[in-house]
């Protein structure tokens, strides 16, 4: 089961988000959830490139070759 969670936004940022929403022919609450989780996504994605970066011997002098 998942967890509502409520959101304050300005009148402005609101407006802004709405927009967007119906560009991409969604309810706001639809394009809420999605926008959330892309960002979560792209969070775990980048935590695991730093991993990996940060595990590359950096005294090796070709060691950005290896990326």
Do not use: C, N
Not at 13 to 35: G, K, L, P
Not at 44 to 62: G, H, Q, T, V, Y
């Amino acid at each position: 089961m998942g967890t509502r969670i409520t959101i304050e936004l300005s009148e402005e940022s609101y407006r802004v988000f709405s927009a967007h929403a119906a560009e991409a022919e969604m309810s706001v609450e639809t394009y809420a959830f999605e926008v959330i989780e892309q960002y979560l996504e792209d969070v775990a994605e980048m935590e695991a490139a730093e991993a990996e970066l940060d595990s590359l011997d950096k005294s090796d002098p070709d060691w950005a070759l290896k990326t």
